[in-house]
């Protein structure tokens, strides 16, 4: 029997290189110093989060990285809840596709990242209107915006919330910091702990866990 404890969530918007898979790798990492038994799955036919996991230290155990297709994502995720997983975080790929429409399906909250490039901007209309058509909770997180960018982030939260989206409270700001921590198989907290990219992502898991009420309800897990 699924466990209804586990929290699904999909990060997802139809633009390309908006860091979708920063915030789903940096999500990941957050959730599992925190204890919980996290896992991605990248539906993403690059498979850039799954490279990422090869280039991990090994001791690193979690996050787990997992490349599911659409046909398979309800068995994984059944799997998944059945063996005992806190928190699944779906990576999907850019453009039109199918791989999105069945991850917000899955999911139980969207995470939607948004930049100020006119193409995110003219996008996110969709996503809001996949997101609503499912009837599903759909959040927006301005990211890669410019550490003196207020104009930047006040226009990505205009036009969110010109499409009825919520918005998450804190924005993710660009920091070379993210990309040198891919290259390595890490995340900007695990880089540079006590950084500001560092202090953002934390900022965002705590936010994202008291929305989807993991610190109450989920197992923590012992780590040896």
Known sequence: MADSDTKVVA???NKGG???TQITRSVGVAAAGAGLAVV??????????TSWRKRRPKEMVLPLVQFT????????ICRLK???CDLVLIDTPPGRNTEAPAAVEAADLVLIPCTSETECLEGLPRTARLCRTLGKRGIVVPNFVHPSGKAEDAQIRGVAEGNKLELSPMSLHEFQVHRDGS????????LE????????INALWEWLSNE?????????????
């Not at 290259?183 to 695990?190: I, L, P």
């Open 11 to 13: 990060i997802t918007i």
């Open 18 to 20: 908006v860091g979708k």
């Open 40 to 49: 991605i799955l990248d539906m993403d036919t690059q498979q850039n989060s």
């Open 69 to 76: 297709t659409e046909n398979d994502l309800p068995e994984t």
């Open 82 to 84: 059945v063996g005992g």
């Open 183 to 190: 290259f390595h198989g890490k995340t900007a907290q695990e």
């Open 193 to 200: 702990p006590n950084g500001k990219a560092s202090k953002e």
């Open 212 to 224: 989807l009420h993991l610190g109450t309800s989920a197992r923590v897990h012992k780590r040896a």
